[in-house]
């Protein structure tokens, strides 16, 4: 979950993969099981090769922070 959350912040204004690969301290592998999970579920998606964190995201990344905290 914390790896999920992760990404939907870097992600929040765009970010390329190499950009969440590296700020979330991710290998390219993982990274993409995390980025593929995620736009099945619709929490980020893609337009061309930047990912942005949609609405129902920011959602999800507000609510699971509160409870991690």
Not at 29 to 54: D, G, H, V, W
Request: hydrophobic share 40%; charged share 30%; aromatic share 6%.
């Amino acid at each position: 979950m914390d790896i999920s959350i992760a990404i939907l912040k870097i992600a929040m204004h765009g970010a390329k993969k190499t950009q969440i690969v590296y700020k979330a301290n991710l290998n390219s592998t993982i990274a993409n099981k995390y980025l593929s999970t995620l736009e099945e579920k619709k929490l980020i998606e893609r337009k061309e090769n930047i990912f942005t964190t949609t609405d129902k995201g920011r959602m999800y990344e507000k609510t699971a922070s509160g409870l991690l905290t």
